[in-house]
């Protein structure tokens, strides 16, 4: 391409040869002044990647970009994409921008093999700081830099590592310095994190701009995906390794992006409760008994990983799991301890340490950086206080300073007090050259704006040696401010594209026949998500029920004229349910169906209001989202969505009425994805086991409130209406309705899908599915309840079905519930391995 037709001061005209739309683009974009710039080189001149880029963009058209990365956007809801700021309760959408950080084939060679040659050097501290600690006795590194650090396990020392590695994956914060070149702001070695994030980030851009992706020959992530799962399973010590990610639970910053990657790589993805240390190994807490784990690879930082050892405070951990690493039990990556490596202090020596340990200059250098525990580079700092970055040595100081702050920009008194506390304790701070980040074209609000960024890039170490992510994870500063970016600071983030001038190979990641062992199991669920997937039918089950008990209040009920404006038996009956489920306030008695509805739909200080089950459902399954398809997760957002406002906002009672038959059409779609489209393996079991467990409880409470031996014609078409059986019912009999036949059907009748005989039919094939524990052949707890109760109900005659006949079939199966909870979740000690277990782990 000539001259005029890339520079943008030539390209105003028609005579450009750029899309109209790329001229205003181009022309309304402001780079940073005394900044690199991605889109402009130093010349000028747009580069000729991005050129190529954006006009096949803007020759989409306004409607049609604007749809692409709608779709996007839409895909990143759907999903639950998402991240959480430090100190909030609620998460935040992923905030992904709609172009990728573009780099040529020849810079990122560049950049890769800085990164290798940092993450090799990094090894070879670790090495030497938990090894002999030749560096610290030869003086190349000051003991305090190493001792000085939280993050400095003593208990590590001289221990080897399993695998005989510290780490297995690295990051690397980069940012372009003002001469062009890449500099590392930050080393991220403890348990880094944002692969995930890369991930998802490819997944939505790359099916927004398919055409642009295949045609700039981008290179893909999945192999180096699946480089990393293999070297994970190298480092242990079985051929075929149970693969665990720990996680510090959904509450975690990143919890999507662990649950994301666990579900991507086929880990299973484990929080500490879940683990157990015992006989020098790690195990699983499943629904089969103790299952080893082989390795784990950590999102926990180091202090919180064993509570006996380590933090007593922690409840992230495992007790005892230092000593099974200690005794090479088990593999834990990166090892406890590695996280020594992303103090600032550090990063001053790393120079030197490089040309020491590698025999090499740095290929990627540092942010010059001064630890002030030597005289002479406090003397440094203190003499160009006011232009330097301060920041904190090690990653404990806290507030006021818990990151790099530029003096000039502090109040008086903030600054007397940081000169104050850096005279007192110097080997507590560095200073830092402050480091302006280069920026990057961003699309908002229809312009192309200069962004600020970060690259993070990942190094793994796999079977095949040390492999860099052909891309990363970008992000975007949303403020000119080119000092620094916090996703915490409304910072966004971008995909990463490294492209290359010939079409990139399409390696398959297909394993051969003989490679894969085929297997038909119902799969080691944990108990803990046993345990929720248990309670999230049940949320739901609550929630389905409390809203047809709302649509009889508003639709049936309402044209029923002996119930309303006769004696109102059945209004009244219907009022004690829902506040027996917790649904209505007693106080909540004005004789209106609508503040009745509306309450129930939207009181979230009721423990079984639609709207509190609805968020209690969300919570439980957001602690599961590696085990949830993308649907369901986005059905229930809906459903949410949907519940959203308060009991004001519904003025009539069609308004409540359309408002439950939304939920309820929402919960159908939920039910038909569970029945459809998941695997029946023991999740789907403990889901549906939940459900039924519930629908059985409520049909025996709705049968005493409307089945009773004094109920009216209203209470046996209510509780047709609300077991969803007034089809069934007439053509069965042809008769008006009567209380045998009605009880038979909602009870006892096998062939009901709602009747309490069907949901003991139903539990009692997904107990003989199972695994026991036992092995006398004795049934276990759940099974010496649920068989006597399947016979009752297989043998039971409706006319003696009364009132007592139901509350014994509703307190049979809540000691079934309590019985599965103690036999499949218990998280204590009685969670042992048997023999034959032990055998099979």
Known sequence: MADDTTSPRRSKGSGSGLPPRLVRWLEGYRPLPGVPDELFGPDG????????????????????????????????????????????????SWPLDALPLILPQAEWDQIAAGV?????????????????????????LPAPVVTGSPDFLRVMRGVTPPCGRHLQLYAADLGRGPDGRWWVLEDRAQAPSGAGYALENRLVVSRAYPNLYNGLNVHRLAPFF????????????????????????????????????ARYLGFLLVEGDDLVARDGKVWVRTIAGLKRADVILRRVDADFLDPLELNAASRLGVPGLLEVIRAGGVTVLNMPGSGVLESRALMAFLPRLCERLLGEPLKLPNIATWWCGQAAEQAHVEARFDELAIAPAFNSLGEPLCGPRLVADLVPDARAELR???????????????????????????????????LRVFAAWTPEGLKIMPGGFCRTA?????????????????????????????????????????????????????????????????????????????????????????RGETFEALHALLVDWGALAAHTRTGRALDCARHSLHDEAASGSVIHLVRAAKRTASGMRERLSADFWGLLVDLEGDLAGSAEDIHSEAQALEQAENALRHIAGLSGLTQENMNRVAGWRFLDMGRRIERGIDTCQLARALAHDGATIDDLDLLLDLNDSQITYRARYIVGLARTPVR???????????????????????????????????????????????AELETEDAAGLGADKALSYERALMRLSNAIADRFFLQGASAVPTVKLVGLA
């Not at 000729?48 to 409607?63: I, M």
């Not at 956007?73 to 998460?91: K, P």
């Not at 940092?118 to 560096?135: F, I, K, S, T």
């Open 226 to 261: 699946d480089s990393l799962r293999r070297g994970l399973a190298a480092t242990a010590d079985r051929a075929e390794p149970r693969i665990c990610l720990l996680t510090p639970g959904p509450f975690s910053q990143t919890y999507f992006e662990q649950a994301h990657l």
């Open 116 to 140: 290798a040659q940092r993450a090799q050097l990094m090894e070879a501290v670790l090495e030497d700081v938990y090894g002999p600690g030749r560096l610290v006795a030869d003086g190349a």
């Open 45 to 92: 001149q747009a580069r000729e990647h991005w050129l190529a880029f954006l006009s096949e963009l803007a020759g989409y058209g306004d409607n049609d970009a604007d749809g692409r990365f709608g779709m996007a956007a839409r895909h990143i809801r759907d999903s639950g994409a998402s991240y959480r700021i430090y100190g909030e309760d609620g998460e935040r």
């Open 478 to 566: 949303d403020h000119p401010d080119a000092r620094a970016v916090s996703m915490g600071e409304g910072a966004r983030t971008a995909d990463v594209w490294v492209i290359d001038d010939k079409p990139v190979e399409r390696l398959t990641l297909i394993a051969s026949d003989d490679d894969v062992k085929v297997r038909r199991i119902l799969g080691h669920l944990p108990s803990r998500a046993a345990d929720n997937l248990f309670w999230l039918g049940r949320y739901i089950e609550r929630a389905e029920a409390t809203l047809r008990l709302v649509r009889a209040l508003c639709s049936s009920l309402m044209d029923s004229e002996s119930s309303l404006h006769g």
């Open 744 to 790: 038979d059907l909602v009870m006892l009748d096998p062939f009901n899908t709602r009747s309490v005989a069907f949901q003991v039919a139903a539990l009692k094939e997904h107990l003989s599915v199972l695994p026991t524990l036992r092995e006398d052949g004795i049934p276990e707890a759940p099974a010496r309840i649920l068989l006597p109760l399947a």
């Open 420 to 454: 104050a506390r850096l005279a007192d304790r110097p080997g507590d701070f560095v200073g830092q050259e402050v480091a302006h980040l280069s920026t990057m074209p961003v699309l908002r609000d229809g312009r192309l704006e200069a962004a600020p960024f970060v």
